[in-house]
């Protein structure tokens, strides 16, 4: 392992991560023995290149994210596009950052190594959010398309999410694409010597592949019908540059910016985890809104491709409510269902993953839509053939699949805020909306259990022995069937997920987390006799009977 090490150094180009790595070896041969400890979970095993790309703490050795590793990554993906372009065709590479540490130089070192390498390399001209290296790599008619983003994971953490051109239309790697790719870089890992890597100069993209992203973004949505008191927070990340021209461009007046939030801030002082869903994150939001009386808060996560929205709630402590993933991602569906079949006699297809909300399956069904579940992920959710519309519960939507193949929080926005002006314009607000989404539909209620284990095989002996020893109930609730996906279901390919159906209707999703060692439980009920509290209710309750339930079967 120290052979490993030392010359796992003697590639490295980053003085931080060399000195940090340097003074691990150094104390190991001082008998140090944390820092062999140290070693071993840096160099034991690598940081794997899968559907999701790379992703993990910035850090020395091949089990974190730096520049070796960028380097070898970015040299194999070379390889995988010159080795399945068309003859005489030189293949192309789009590649876009954000704000994070490392990024710029993540970004510029992939750009570098692959025009190296003989692919024509684009770099975007400044860190942007991801949906506009998403729609870039159709706008240019790209072969591939890297985004340099950790999303809304800790400080200290980066990734890399590589896209695909051509028949992929632009979406995220899936298999057996991301196989065929990790082979490159595993080869490239063994066979070569990060300085010898060939690097040349590469392009960088003109301002207007940005502005065409915003002219598309402006066109969802109609001239505002009223303007809406809104407050936005980018949550450190790179969303308001681009989100304000967009607005402006639709004729939206601009939202009061939760100020020490706005401007792209690497260590993400003022949240303890820059993500909108976690608690205390949209705390300085709420303030702001309570200062200026906001009908409506909506904050991007970082790389701005996903949307949080809140809105007032008197019961609430903080004085708003922050809607879940699966409220945002109905409503958004019946806005999209409607357009789709006013404008299109063969409207298309709505999608979501297969623990998001079953919602959207009964908006589809009322408008003569195909309703389309796919795997976790939007690599999944957006190659959907004939999407009109997708989501997923967290709070990832797509709402412009002509434009972008991924999700998109500055369109969802947009499209939200246009819903709130229409609303507006008619006396009701979107608490109001999403009554009548009730009444119309049924009331759907979402639940969701996630437990974190410190040995990660806890979580394969907890769905082997929901497998060999399958529950007949959930609480008191009588299951009616269990769907193991392992082997795959329907169209489905397979994955470690168990779908448990219940007698009332209501359905429990169990899977392990793809990023984090947890277990993930999503429940979900529907309640569609009565009065709209009575619905509520009945939903509510039985969301709590398999919520206890549940903790019962696998805590």
């Known amino acids: 392992m120290l052979q490993a090490a030392r010359?796992?150094?003697?590639?490295?180009?980053?003085?931080?991560?060399?000195?940090?790595?340097?003074?691990?070896?150094?104390?190991?041969?001082?008998g140090d023995t944390a820092a062999l400890s140290n070693l071993h979970s840096r160099f034991d095993t690598r940081l794997a290149f899968g559907t999701a790309g790379l992703r993990g703490e910035i850090s020395a050795g091949p089990n974190r994210m730096n520049r070796v590793l960028v380097s070898q990554a970015a040299a194999g993906l070379a390889t995988y596009l010159l080795r399945h372009a068309a003859p005489g065709v030189t293949p192309s590479v789009v590649i876009g950052y954000d704000g994070r540490k490392n990024s710029h130089v993540f970004a510029t070192d992939t750009a570098a190594l692959m025009a190296g390498a003989g692919v024509r390399a684009i770099?975007?001209?400044?860190?942007?959010?991801?949906?506009?290296?998403?729609?870039?790599?159709?706008?240019?008619?790209?072969?591939?398309?890297?985004?340099?983003?950790?999303?809304?994971?800790?400080?200290?953490?980066?990734?890399y999410k590589v896209y695909l051109g051509g028949v992929n239309n632009g979406a995220q790697i899936v298999s057996p694409d991301d196989k065929a790719i990790s082979d490159e870089i595993l080869r490239v890992a063994a066979d070569e010597h990060v300085p010898h890597l060939p690097?040349?100069?590469?392009e960088t993209a003109e301002e207007t592949?940005?502005?065409?992203?915003?002219?598309?973004?402006?066109?969802i949505a109609h001239t505002p019908r009223a303007q809406v008191n809104a407050v936005y927070t980018a949550m450190h990340g790179v969303g308001w540059d681009t989100t304000r021209r967009v607005l402006e461009k639709s004729g939206f007046d601009l939202p009061t910016l939760v100020d020490a939030q706005i401007a792209p801030d690497a260590a993400f002082p003022t949240v303890a985890f820059p993500n909108p869903e976690e608690p205390g994150a949209m705390d300085l939001a709420y303030e702001t809104a309570r200062e200026v009386s906001a009908e409506l808060i909506i904050a991007n996560d970082p790389d701005a491709d996903r949307l949080a929205v809140a809105i007032p709630d008197l019961s609430s402590a903080s004085g708003y409510r922050r809607l879940s993933g699966n409220e945002v991602g109905a409503i958004l569906g019946w806005r999209a269902a409607a357009l789709a079949t006013a404008e299109d006699s063969n409207p298309g297809a709505l999608a979501c993953s297969i623990v998001s909300s079953p919602a959207?399956?009964?908006?589809?069904?009322?408008?003569?839509?195909?309703?389309?579940?796919?795997?976790?992920?939007?690599k999944w959710v957006s190659r959907v053939p004939g999407l009109v519309y997708g989501f997923e519960e967290a709070?990832?939507?797509?709402v412009n699949p002509d434009s972008?193949?991924?999700?998109?929080?500055?369109?969802?926005?947009?499209?939200?805020?246009?819903?709130v002006s229409d609303l507006k314009s008619e006396g009701t607000t979107l608490a109001g909306y999403l009554d009548r989404f009730s009444e119309k539909f049924g009331h759907y209620a979402s639940g969701q259990i996630s437990v974190r284990v410190s040995e990660v095989s806890t979580i394969a002996l907890v769905m082997t022995r929901l497998r060999e020893s399958p529950p007949t109930h959930v609480g008191r609730i009588r299951v009616d069937e269990i769907d193991d996906f392992r082997w795959g279901l329907g169209d489905l390919p397979p994955s470690d997920v168990l779908r448990?159906?219940?007698?009332d209707g209501s359905r429990v999703m169990v899977r392990p987390s793809g990023t984090e060692p947890k277990l993930k439980v999503y429940i979900d009920t529907r309640s569609t006799v009565g009065t709209l509290v009575e619905r509520r209710a009945a939903a509510q309750a039985a969301l709590d009977e398999l919520d206890r339930g549940m903790r019962a079967l696998i805590e």
């Open 199 to 202: 690097r040349a100069s590469y």
């Open 360 to 378: 959207l399956h009964a908006v589809a069904d009322a408008y003569g839509l195909r309703f389309v579940e796919t795997l976790t992920g939007f």
């Open 395 to 398: 709070l990832g939507y797509l």
């Open 7 to 30: 010359a796992w150094l003697n590639q490295d180009p980053d003085p931080e991560t060399q000195a940090q790595l340097r003074a691990l070896i150094n104390a190991v041969g001082d």
């Open 123 to 159: 770099l975007l001209p400044r860190l942007l959010p991801t949906p506009v290296l998403a729609f870039a790599v159709r706008h240019l008619d790209a072969s591939c398309g890297v985004m340099v983003t950790a999303s809304h994971n800790p400080p200290n953490d980066n990734g």
């Open 209 to 219: 592949v940005v502005q065409a992203y915003i002219a598309e973004t402006a066109s």
């Open 500 to 503: 448990i159906r219940l007698t």
């Open 404 to 419: 972008v193949r991924d999700k998109d929080g500055i369109s969802a926005a947009v499209a939200l805020l246009s819903l």
